[in-house]
C-alpha cells in the first residue's frame, strides 16, 4: 500500500504542529507555509492562502488535508480586518485547490466562536445560537464552505474551544506566569463555568474524524468532557505551582466596576483598555459546550482534562522539563 500523504496548514502553529508530529509517524506530512520554515514535516510548499491559491504540487497526491491555518486567537474579535480574507477567502482558494486535484478528504478546524457562547446554557452542534463576533462569523462562514461548497467528498468541521497543553503561549500561560510571581489577584467564587480541550486530544478528535465514514459533511464540538470556572483554574494552577491561594479574594464588584472605568478610558483613547468589559466577560462569563456528538459517532473519548495537564505546563513555563504532546502525563493522548 503507498504511503499516505497529508497535507496541513497552520504546521507551524501550536496545534498543526502537535498535529504533524503525530501524523508523520503514520504517514508522509506535507507542510503548506506562509513562509520557508523547518519543522516536523517531510516537505513544505510556501503559500499565503490570504493573497492566492496554492500552487498545484502541494496537493499533488495528497490523501487528506487538514486545514488549521487561521488566526490562532482574536486579540479583538469584533474588528473583521483580516479575519474575512484568512479565514473565508483563503478556506474557499484551498478548497478550490483540493476540487481540481480530486482530494477525497478534508478536515477543518474551525471555533465555537461560530455559534457563539450561550452563557450558562449548554451548547451543541444543533444550537441555534449564532456568532456574535466578526472572527466567528467568519468562521461560520467557511464552515458553509467547508460542508456544502461541494468541494471535497469526505468534509468534515471541528469546532474548538479553549484548547491548551505544552507549548502553548495563550492566556492560560500567561495566567500561570503571573500566579507563580505573585502578581495573579485572587479571583472570587464566580461560578462561570467554561469548556476546554488538550491539544493532543485535539489532534485525536481530526485523525479519528479524517476516516471515519459517518464524519462526512458533519460538525463536531471537540473538548474534553469538563467544565471550569475561573477560581476552579486558579487554584489548580496554585496547586500545580505548590503555592497555597490567599485566603482573601477580589470582590466581583470591584472588578465589575474596574471593567466600567477601563470602558471610558477606552471611549478617550479611541482603543480598548487593557481591563474592561470584554475582558472581565472572557475572564467570568460562561461558554460551555457539549462533546457528546464526537463520542457517539467517532469514538472519540478524551484522555487529558485541565488538572492532569496543569503539572507538565506549570514545569514547561518554569523552564522544566516539561513532557512533548502525546508522551506526558498517566496515559498516552495519541492513540
Not at 478548497?95 to 451548547?123: N, Q
Request: proline share 6%; net charge positive; charged share 25%.
Amino acid at each position: 500500500m503507498a504511503e499516505r500523504v497529508f497535507l496541513v496548514t497552520g504546521a507551524r502553529g501550536f496545534i498543526g504542529g502537535a498535529l504533524c508530529r503525530h501524523l508523520r509517524t503514520v504517514g508522509r506530512v506535507r507542510a503548506l507555509l506562509r513562509g520557508a520554515a523547518s519543522g516536523p514535516w517531510h516537505e513544505a510548499v510556501v503559500a499565503d492562502l490570504a493573497v492566492a491559491g496554492p500552487p498545484p504540487e502541494a496537493l499533488a497526491g495528497v490523501d487528506a488535508v487538514f486545514h488549521f491555518a487561521g488566526n490562532a486567537h482574536a486579540l479583538d474579535e469584533h474588528d473583521g480586518s483580516g479575519h474575512h480574507d484568512v479565514t473565508v477567502v483563503g478556506t474557499r482558494r484551498l478548497l478550490d485547490a483540493c476540487r481540481i486535484a480530486r482530494v477525497p478528504r478534508f478536515v477543518f478546524a474551525s471555533s465555537v466562536k461560530a455559534m457563539g457562547e450561550g452563557g450558562d446554557a449548554v451548547l451543541d452542534e444543533s444550537s441555534a445560537s449564532p456568532p456574535t463576533t466578526e472572527y466567528g462569523r467568519c468562521k461560520r462562514a467557511a464552515e458553509e464552505l467547508v460542508l456544502r461548497g461541494g468541494y471535497v467528498a469526505h468534509a468534515t468541521v471541528l469546532r474548538l474551544p479553549l484548547v491548551y497543553g505544552p507549548g502553548h503561549k495563550g492566556n492560560l500561560a500567561r495566567m500561570i506566569d503571573e500566579v507563580a510571581r505573585g502578581r495573579f489577584p485572587p479571583v472570587p467564587r464566580v461560578k462561570n463555568r467554561r469548556s476546554m480541550v488538550h491539544v493532543d486530544d485535539v489532534v485525536r478528535a481530526a485523525v479519528l474524524a479524517v476516516d471515519h465514514p459517518a464524519a462526512a459533511g458533519r460538525v463536531f464540538i471537540v473538548c474534553d468532557g469538563r467544565s471550569y470556572s475561573t477560581r476552579e483554574i486558579y487554584e489548580s494552577t496554585c496547586a500545580a505551582l505548590g503555592v497555597k491561594p490567599p485566603v482573601w479574594t477580589v470582590p466581583a464588584f470591584a472588578l465589575r466596576a474596574l471593567a466600567r472605568f477601563g470602558d471610558a478610558v477606552g471611549r478617550v483613547r479611541g482603543r480598548r483598555w487593557r481591563f474592561d468589559s470584554g475582558a472581565y466577560d472572557k475572564l467570568f462569563g460562561s461558554a460551555l459546550y457539549d462533546g457528546s456528538a464526537a463520542r457517539d459517532v467517532l469514538g472519540f473519548v478524551p484522555a487529558w482534562d485541565l488538572e492532569r495537564a496543569l503539572p507538565a505546563l506549570v514545569a514547561e513555563r518554569q523552564g522544566g522539563a516539561a513532557a512533548s504532546p502525546g508522551r506526558s502525563g498517566p496515559r498516552r493522548a495519541l492513540g
